[in-house]
């Protein structure tokens, strides 16, 4: 009886261990390892697009400065020179489109500046208490991103962030440290811890 006992015991010991050790390697999808996320997020210039509000200001022209949305269509209507395309644009790459439109007959030198006031909102799913859409702010980290959804679940992996640019299909792995960045138009995803 004590034979079949330990034996018992044993079995029981190996079954535990194989089956911690299968939840501490983690969901089957995604990286294999640590090793294989993306530490450091780089957040290329921003580039606008629809819904974006934009403040433009030439130098000298009072009725020429003002807010400005791009439209669905990716273009802003401007007084004087009609619809501007924006959208893909860097504001300093709209600054001069505007700029070099004005030249042709209306402004001789026109000195132009734009600033990005409003910019697309970004979408945090998963493991958050509260998760939705949500409006961007200038340098937003994932973590800030999770304080705005008003935190974790008790089940999120709070190691690892997944994030699908705007216009992209599929998603990124990314460590989450407090410098992990979201990027305007950006869809956050926190995964469930496996343990």
């Known amino acids: 009886m004590a034979v079949a006992f330990r034996l018992f015991l044993v079995a029981l010991v190996a079954l535990v261990a194989a089956s911690l050790s299968a939840c501490a390697a983690g969901p089957a999808a995604g990286p294999a390892s640590e090793a294989e996320l993306l530490s450091d997020r780089v957040v290329p210039e921003y580039r606008l697009g629809p819904s974006d509000k934009v403040r433009v ?24 020179i009609g619809e501007v395309r ?21 402004i001789l030198e026109p000195r132009v500046n734009a600033e990005v006031l409003t910019y697309r909102p970004f979408y945090i799913l998963g493991e958050v208490e509260k998760p939705g ?31 699908r640019r705007a216009g992209e299909t599929g998603e990124t792995a990314y460590r989450l ?5 979201v990027a305007p138009g950006d869809t956050v995803r926190i995964g469930e811890r496996f343990f």
């Open 57 to 80: 200001a030439v130098f000298g022209e009072e009725a020429l400065t003002g807010e400005f949305t791009v439209g669905a269509s990716g273009a802003l209507a401007f007084p004087l």
């Open 86 to 106: 924006a959208q893909g644009l860097t504001t300093a790459e709209l600054q001069e489109a505007i700029a070099a439109a004005l030249r042709q007959g209306y």
């Open 133 to 163: 859409e949500y409006p961007y702010t200038n340098g937003l980290t994932v973590l800030n991103a999770v304080a705005t959804a008003e935190g974790f679940t008790y089940r999120a992996d709070t190691r690892r962030v997944f994030i």
């Open 177 to 181: 440290t407090s410098t992990t960045l």
